[in-house]
């Protein structure tokens, strides 16, 4: 099946910056595909390019098999949901949400029918006639949802569409969105610099990084099989290290990894084979023992620090070799008699598959 | 935006700043002119600006002016800034409607029917009072009552976007009141109180229908003379003091603007400079 | 905010209470109480051979003549509806203005407007003079006109109604300027990109939502222009000629060519009366606007 969504050798300057340095990029029918990364890193620049807010300086954007290149905004399949949602402020919910049906100059019955038909599956039905300085923050959200799904685009843009609500809230919506967008079928491709919404809500994740895709995968695929140091360092948690491969054996890379204590093993990656990498192992993936006579195996090492999280706490952990470790372990007693607390002096052990190898 | 109706939109701007500044343009020129007839070319000259320069009638009326002009700014200013503060910072006090009231209602009052309504107040107070009598009393108070209105309305703006915590954080460091003002509100407002003076200045220095019904027979001020004699048919020495007046101003503008936006751009630098070393 | 204002205002209960009260005070004596003294002489008799030429008595003869000459009326009249057609040519020059400053790059926006200003704070009698000499027979208007070849006789435009609306057009531009100006910045352009998503073409965007955000703009700058022009003076009598009527200089020529104290007086309460509700209306606009900030 060909993609929906077709981006080509695309970029965008603005005087000297190159925002969107040449991103290539499929989007499927059906995906809820969201764009990652920091601020400056050309997402919002590559979303206002699909919407057509912005025009390409080389490449170029196909939707549906048909070529943007030259379409306005307003006569492109696809809608936008604002960032500030863009409310008009003039106009009640009802109007704001009919806008996009009258300039398709539909029968005014038809209109109406529909508007009311959108409010409804957004519960925003009672509040039609209100202005949107009348609504609460969430609401405004919803009637800029409303306002975009109501024209049925064959792509729903979202701009940081959860970032003006405070995080109760946003961990709510978030499933709503995905539970929408199921029901719907609309192909939504979402701009987010919060790494756990993309994770939560996505069926696939573009990581971006000065103004190119950096790695494009499923969200466990970018968690656990992080291309470069970049990816593993943004999303979540992670303990980086430099090594050189020094050989191979049953499958494993041999590597030297001083902070680590000499020589250790990982899984092979395919065009790895010697020189200088990076290695990541993420924190959940370290286990902490006691240092006693039961437990011998693993690095020497004290605890530092610990961040009581509530459901997890992170130990901050000083290793004999002079470098320093994140773990992380779960809560799952409320009092645990035997908890490790600062100063105690640990010892700190992995499996082989725990550690991700990348290039350097 | 695309690009024939942009076009389009820039032909109109450069309309309109073409309608704005032809007159003044044509002015200037013809005050070179040689010829008596304003409308007709005949030769470069500086003749007319001679000829202004020794009328004594226009150097007296000028000098009148500036002098009321001076006064006005002043005491307009400090009314004004006065009526500024009551607005912005006083959201609650009996007869606060009708206060704002009076102060906009000077803003677009026909000047006719505040120039009759000044007289009358000033007859009836001599009457009674035996003071104020016409003349640069009367001409002052006149003028100060209009141009404070305006002055308000510019330090009420600029109070409107005022950050208050900078003056709770001096009176959390122990300054009193009058100590805030005089060290923290007014400096940071200092460019809006110069705007107002020089708004005032100019206020009364050009206007004539309140003045003209206020001042007298013995006063007058330079646009009651300018208007006497275009009345009588336009005359190469105007052309010479329009020039005089659209280059002093236009300085004055121009170089305040330039000191302020300085300034300005002097802060950003500094701040600029110290984030780069922090 | 009030719990601040409450907060200093206790620090200095006597610089709260002077703050108001002396402007309030002297705009009370020198702007509100005239106008009780316009009303009682309005109503008061001429006596041309008494200084000052009134008698106050409560004869109301003034306003039978304001009633009662046609003239008055067809002032009044003429005065409102220059006054309005001038409105909306200051309009038709001052919106496409104001809207392309508030979209031309930022750095721009500054000085742009400023030269909008500019000419405001050189004589405005100078200003009009200058009109006096383009649209006069023999003008640089004429000059162009006939030098361009296109007209032979243009006749002259110096002396007629359209050189009023030229005049005020003229001198009250910065006024309609910068309230549009104000309304037109402040709009966000995200605005404007969601009704080009939403499928309005440029022209529909503008109308159903630049339009409307703007009219306080528009109100707020009809208002400065159309109230003080009711009542302009200086235009219809240097640009307008001899046969203009408009109140202002009618109630001009009452008070200095008359002496008609009385008459004067009545025909700037009349004219207050008409003015009332659109200064009411600004003063309103003007309150909503700083509200909203």
Not at chain 2, 9 to 24: H, R, S
Not at chain 3, 36 to 42: E, F, G, L, P
Not at chain 3, 127 to 151: H, T
Not at chain 3, 255 to 270: E, Q, Y
Request: a neutral charge.
């Amino acid at each position: 099946m060909p993609a929906l969504i077709r981006i080509e050798g695309v970029i965008r300057r603005f005087g000297d910056i190159v925002a969107v340095a040449g991103v290539d990029l499929d989007i499927q029918a059906g995906e809820l595909f969201a764009l990652l990364g920091g601020s400056g890193c050309g997402k919002t620049t590559l979303l206002r390019l699909l919407a057509g807010f912005e025009a390409p300086d080389e490449g170029r954007i196909v939707i549906d098999g048909v070529d943007m290149t030259g379409v306005p905004p307003y006569a492109r399949p696809v809608n936008m949901m604002f960032q500030s949602y863009a409310l008009f402020p003039h106009m009640s919910v009802a109007r704001n949400v009919a806008y996009g049906l009258e300039r398709e100059r539909l029968p005014r019955a038809e209109i109406e029918a529909r508007v009311a038909q959108v409010l409804d599956l957004v519960e925003l039905g009672a509040h039609a006639g209100r202005k949107p300085h009348q609504l609460s923050g969430g609401q405004r959200q919803r009637v800029a949802l409303a306002r975009a799904i109501v024209k049925r685009p064959k792509v729903l843009l979202l701009d940081e569409p959860l970032a003006a609500l405070d995080r109760k809230l946003r961990e709510r919506t978030q499933l709503e969105l995905v539970e929408l967008q199921r029901r719907l079928g609309i192909t939504f491709v979402m701009v987010t610099h919060d790494q756990d919404e993309a994770m939560t809500m996505a069926t696939r994740i573009a990581v971006m990084d000065r103004g190119r895709i950096v790695q494009v995968g499923a969200p466990a695929e970018i968690y656990e099989q992080p291309v470069n140091r970049f990816v593993a360092d943004f999303i979540g948690l992670a303990n980086i290290f430099e090594g050189d491969i020094v050989g191979r054996s049953d499958g494993l890379l041999r590597i030297r990894c001083g902070p680590l204590g000499g020589e250790i093993a990982a899984p092979a990656v395919a065009g790895l084979a010697g020189g200088a990498v990076s290695l990541a192992i993420r924190p959940e993936k370290l286990s902490l023992r006691r240092d006693d006579a039961a437990n011998t195996g693993g690095l020497a090492g004290h605890v530092r620090d610990v961040v009581y999280l509530g459901d997890e706490s992170i130990f901050h952990v000083a290793l004999q070799t002079g470098a320093t470790v994140q773990v992380t372990r779960m809560n799952a007693q409320r009092r645990a008699s035997a908890a490790i607390t600062r100063g105690d002096a640990v010892r700190v052990t992995w499996a082989d598959d725990a550690v991700v190898v990348m290039p350097q | 935006m695309p690009g024939r109706t942009s076009r389009l939109l820039l032909a109109v701007l450069a309309f309109g700043y073409a309608f704005l500044y032809v007159p003044i343009l044509t002015m200037i020129v013809y005050s070179f002119n040689e010829s008596r007839l304003v409308t007709v070319w005949s030769g470069f000259s500086v003749k007319w600006w001679g000829e202004l320069l020794r009328n004594e009638a226009m150097l007296d009326a000028a000098l009148l002016s500036f002098q009321i002009a001076l006064v006005n700014a002043c005491v307009a200013t400090v009314l004004g800034t006065m009526a500024g503060f009551a607005l912005a910072r006083h959201p609650r006090f009996p007869g606060r409607i009708a206060f704002t009231g009076l102060i906009a209602a000077p803003l677009v009052m026909p000047e006719v029917i505040m120039g009759i309504a000044s007289l009358l107040l000033f007859v009836a107070l001599d009457q009674v009072l035996g003071w104020p009598r016409r003349g640069f009393a009367t001409i002052a108070i006149a003028h100060i009552t209009f141009s404070a209105a305006y002055v308000a309305v510019v330090i009420q703006s600029r109070l409107a976007d005022f950050d208050r915590a900078v003056e709770e954080a001096a009176m959390d460091l122990g300054a009193r009141p009058f100590t805030v003002l005089r060290t923290i509100t007014l400096p940071l407002i200092a460019p809006s109180l110069v705007a107002g003076w020089l708004l005032a200045f100019t206020l009364s220095m050009d206007d004539l229908i309140l003045t003209q019904f206020v001042a007298g027979a013995q006063s007058q001020t330079l646009p009651m003379l300018v208007y006497s004699s275009v009345r009588l048919g336009v005359s190469p020495q105007i052309n010479v003091l329009a020039t005089i007046i659209v280059t002093v101003a236009g300085a004055a503008i121009v170089g305040a603007g330039w000191l302020m936006n300085r300034a300005r751009r002097q802060r950003d630098r500094d701040a600029y400079a110290a984030t780069r070393r922090a | 905010m009030s719990a601040t204002a409450r907060t200093v205002a206790r620090g200095a209960p006597w610089g709260r209470a002077a703050t108001i009260l002396v402007p309030y005070l002297w705009l009370l004596l020198f702007f509100a109480a005239p106008f009780a003294i316009v009303a009682a002489i309005s109503l008061g008799d001429y006596t041309p051979d008494t200084v000052p030429p009134v008698t106050l008595t409560w004869s109301g003869k003034a306003y039978a003549l304001l009633v009662g000459d046609a003239l008055y009326a067809a002032a009044y009249l003429n005065s409102l509806r220059i006054a309005a057609i001038a409105t909306i040519v200051t309009l038709l020059i001052g919106y496409p203005m104001a809207y392309t400053i508030a979209r031309a790059p930022a750095g721009w926006r500054g000085p742009l407007l400023m030269a909008v200003i500019l000419p405001f704070w050189t004589s405005f009698l100078i200003r009009i003079y200058a009109w006096m000499g383009i649209l006069s027979e023999n003008g640089l208007l004429n000059q162009v006109l006939r030098g361009s070849g296109l007209v032979d006789d243009p006749g002259t435009l110096l002396g007629t109604e359209w050189a009023i609306y030229l005049g005020i057009a003229y001198a009250y531009l910065p006024f309609m300027v910068l309230p549009l100006y104000a309304s037109l910045e402040k709009m966000d352009a995200a605005l404007l990109e969601a009704a080009a998503d939403l499928g309005a073409r440029p022209w529909t965007a503008f109308r159903t939502v630049t339009l409307p955000l703007s009219l306080p703009g528009i109100v707020g700058g009809c208002l400065l222009v159309f109230i003080p022009a009711v009542g302009e003076f200086v235009i219809p009598d240097l640009l307008g000629g001899t046969g203009t009527l408009m109140i202002g200089k009618v109630l001009w020529d009452e008070f200095f060519s008359n002496g008609d104290w009385p008459m004067a007086s009545a025909v700037a309460m009349a004219m207050l009366v008409v003015l009332v509700a659109p200064i009411v209306l600004f003063q309103r606009a003007r309150a909503r606007d700083l509200a909203g900030r």
